[in-house]
């Protein structure tokens, strides 16, 4: 493949950027620009995560939601020697990637153990056997949302998938060919807070809408009194409520938030990453709950944000939150 001019729009044409080893002064010039390299993840306020987290040399970590592996590497290097890390990823197309990338990075299999799981199923990856530290991302990694075969984004056009395992579940064509408008509307309030929920509502559910494209195009189109950022804010909203509907992500949350204290040993520490106001509520009432229970001796007070620096350099760390807490007894 050619390299296609000096500003490549297209995923696959940015064949540069997908080989930064080999393409050294093109992927600085991108971070350099404030963006993200074409198959790459920027991992989120890695400092106040490690502050947090504490990590320890013997210490044994859980990264729920490995992505590209950045924060993972982070905590290796500090639990390390006589420390390890487990790492959940339920994406079969990225898992192994990060792996690899980690492998070569040095980390043999006695320090670090990567796992096809949901986040929810941290409990049953441990077996029983928990861990001095847990950390979850729940956002989306760049690799997922730049990649217009995944269907995530309408930056580019793309079958409308939406799905973090493509091998289970249904797409999000299929998904609102099946939901009723009141269902619709319900999901479009409760996972994005959109405000125009009722009047969407009739004109996606039982639709078929095959691509990224056309499902954005329908949504301008309802709404055709809004200005050019507020519509795309609504399209950027329905895309993130399909996707959370999709992957069950509220459920697989609240499943998680629910065996998190069996997860820790004593003291152990907890950080999460949330990116929008449906997944930080259950964070912080799931804390607040097992600090009044006597489950957590210690818990965030005031949620954390990045800084000024890293949203500047990097915009998509902008909407994020971090709290942690501190389990009992240690």
């Not at 320890?56 to 639990?79: K, S, W």
């Not at 492998?103 to 153990?113: C, I, M, Q």
């Not at 441990?126 to 690799?143: C, I, R, T």
Request: positive net charge; aromatic residues 6%.
């Amino acid at each position: 493949m050619r390299y296609s001019g000096k500003h490549p729009q297209r995923f696959a044409e940015k064949y540069k950027e997908h080989n930064p080893e080999k393409y050294a002064d093109t992927v600085a010039k991108v971070l350099a620009s404030g963006k993200t390299p074409a198959g790459t993840h920027r991992p989120i306020m890695v400092a106040e995560i490690l502050e947090t987290l504490a990590p320890l040399p013997g210490e044994i970590a859980a990264d729920c939601t490995l992505g590209f592996g950045g924060h993972a590497q982070e905590i290796l290097r500090r639990v390390l020697p006589g420390g390890r890390l487990i790492g959940l990823d339920v994406d079969p197309i990225e898992l192994p990637k990060t792996e690899t990338r980690l492998r070569e990075a040095g980390f043999s299999p006695d320090v670090f153990t990567a796992v096809k799981s949901n986040f929810a199923g941290l409990a049953q990856v441990l077996e029983g056997k928990p861990v001095n530290m847990v950390l979850a991302d729940l956002g989306v990694s760049s690799m997922q949302i730049d990649d217009p075969a995944r269907g995530f984004s309408v930056k580019q056009d793309g079958p409308l998938d939406m799905r973090m395992n493509p091998q289970r579940g249904q797409p999000a064509s299929l998904f609102l060919e099946k939901i009723s408008a009141k269902a619709l509307e319900a999901l479009l309030v409760e996972n994005a807070d959109e405000p125009h929920a009722s009047l969407l509502a009739p004109l996606l559910a039982g639709k078929s809408l095959a691509t990224t494209k056309a499902l954005a195009k329908t949504v301008r189109e309802a709404l055709p009194r809004l200005n050019k950022d507020d519509c795309d804010l609504s399209v950027r909203r329905v895309f993130q409520a399909l996707r959370i509907a999709v992957n069950d992500e509220f459920s697989a949350l609240d499943t998680f938030l629910r065996n998190l204290p069996m997860c820790l040993k004593p003291g152990g520490r907890v950080a999460i990453l949330t990116f929008h106001s449906g997944e930080d509520r259950r964070v912080k009432r799931a804390f607040e709950a097992g600090f009044r229970d006597g489950v957590y001796a210690e818990i965030t007070r005031e949620v954390i944000r990045p800084s000024a620096e890293e949203r500047n350099s990097n915009p998509r760390s902008s909407p994020a939150k971090l709290r942690w807490a501190r389990r009992s007894g240690g």
